[in-house]
């Protein structure tokens, strides 16, 4: 129905840089916000940027400075600009798109990327 494919990852050595690509594709009629969370090892999936269909932007506090949302100029698609990578920034990338609304039925719905590795070697 509904994919999200995220590219971009990869290995890096801290103080490097990587952009994160994902691609949203199918029935949509409209997505109300897209955001990257990660998750490292052993712990929760947390929110890293998220923006919103006006652009708004939001970062946690620990990206604020050095990463970078934005969308592309192809519908439903969004990047991450990463700068100054830290080895603490290692993890599985996620995007993911809330507030889809489908062109072929009502309701709204989120949806996952599968995900993409981000490793910071120091």
């Known amino acids: 129905q509904v994919q999200l494919v995220e590219s971009g990852g990869g290995l890096v050595q801290a103080g490097g840089s990587l952009r994160l690509s994902c691609a949203a594709s199918?029935?949509?009629?409209?997505?109300?916000?897209m955001d990257w969370y990660r998750q490292a090892p052993g712990k929760q999936r947390d929110l890293v940027a998220a923006i919103t269909s006006g652009d708004s932007t939001n970062y946690a506090d620990s990206v604020k400075g050095r990463f970078t949302i934005s969308r592309g100029n192809a519908k439903n698609t969004v990047f991450l600009q990463m700068n100054s990578l830290k080895p603490e920034d290692t993890a599985v990338y996620y995007c993911h798109a809330d507030g889809v609304r489908l062109a072929t039925s009502p309701g709204t719905y989120n949806y996952w990327g599968q995900g993409t590795q981000v490793t910071v070697s120091s």
């Open positions: 199918g029935s949509i009629f409209s997505i109300r916000r």
